[in-house]
């Protein structure tokens, strides 16, 4: 029902900072919640920040809290990850996925129904 585009990955030093962007279309409403995890290589799948849209709660795995901020443009059906003080261990995969908001926000892979492709996030020393 949603189809979901991620945009804004890349190479970055260690230090510094991109800001990703999911792109949204089909029925997305102010009843969903829209999340980024990750997936990088040798860890687990991780969810990293997750909003509610009409509200704006958000909730932030510990690794990342302080560090990256997510936000939405309801209007344009847009999500994005601000993502500063990038460490190497942020390297990853980063995919954007939506979830009828049934219950609070979470970050369980479970509960979201639609995901991106994925962008590419690299990291070095």
């Known amino acids: 029902q949603v189809q979901l585009v991620e945009s804004g990955g890349g190479s970055v030093q260690a230090g510094g900072s991109l800001r990703l962007s999911c792109g949204a279309s089909?029925?997305?409403?102010?009843?969903?919640?829209v999340g980024w995890f990750r997936h990088g290589p040798g860890k687990e799948r991780e969810g990293v920040a997750a909003?509610?849209?009409?509200?704006?709660?958000?909730l932030y795995a510990d690794s990342v809290k302080g560090r990256f901020t997510i936000s939405r443009d309801y209007a344009k059906k847009m999500v994005y990850l601000q993502m500063d003080s990038l460490k190497p261990e942020d390297t990853a995969m980063y995919y954007c996925?939506?979830?009828?908001?049934?219950?609070?926000?979470?970050?369980?892979?479970?509960?979201?129904?639609?995901w991106g492709q994925g962008t590419q996030v690299t990291v070095s020393s």
């Open positions: 909003i509610y849209l009409g509200s704006g709660d958000t």
């Open positions: 089909g029925y997305i409403s102010s009843w969903y919640y």
């Open positions: 996925a939506a979830a009828r908001s049934f219950g609070p926000v979470s970050l369980s892979p479970g509960v979201y129904s639609d």
